[in-house]
């Protein structure tokens, strides 16, 4: 059974830094496209970043660049969301997702498997 599991979510404040994971079980990451999704209460779920396993090539949405970045540990079959800087904007359910897809995929609608998302507040 394909499943994603998100965790690291929590409260910190203004300035702070989180880890958010994304382990994966049932499949690899090797060959999919990945991707970080947040959706803050009374608002859409929007892209936060993407990445292709397959070229390594990323996406980061304007809002979060120069302060998220992806990384991932192949051992471990997980994938990480590192925010650094983190503003109140950013307080959302973060959740990862992930499609059997050789190059980067950019809308949540695009994804076949979702975590369950982990809860980010980051106060002022």
């Known amino acids: 059974e394909v499943q994603l599991q998100a965790s690291g979510g929590g409260l910190v404040q203004a300035g702070g830094s989180l880890r958010l994971s994304c382990a994966a079980s049932g499949f690899t990451f090797e060959d999919y496209a990945v991707g970080w999704f947040r959706q803050a209460p009374g608002k859409e779920r929007e892209v936060v970043s993407c990445i292709s396993t397959s070229d390594g090539s990323t996406f980061y949405a304007d809002s979060v660049k120069g302060r998220f970045t992806m990384s991932s540990d192949d051992a471990k079959n997980t994938m990480y969301l590192h925010m650094n800087n983190l503003k109140p904007e950013d307080t959302a359910v973060y959740y990862c997702?992930?499609?059997?897809?050789?190059?980067?995929?950019?809308?949540?609608?695009?994804?076949?498997?979702w975590g369950q998302g982990t809860l980010v507040t980051v106060s002022s």
């Open positions: 997702a992930a499609v059997g897809a050789p190059l980067l995929v950019i809308k949540a609608r695009e994804y076949d498997y």
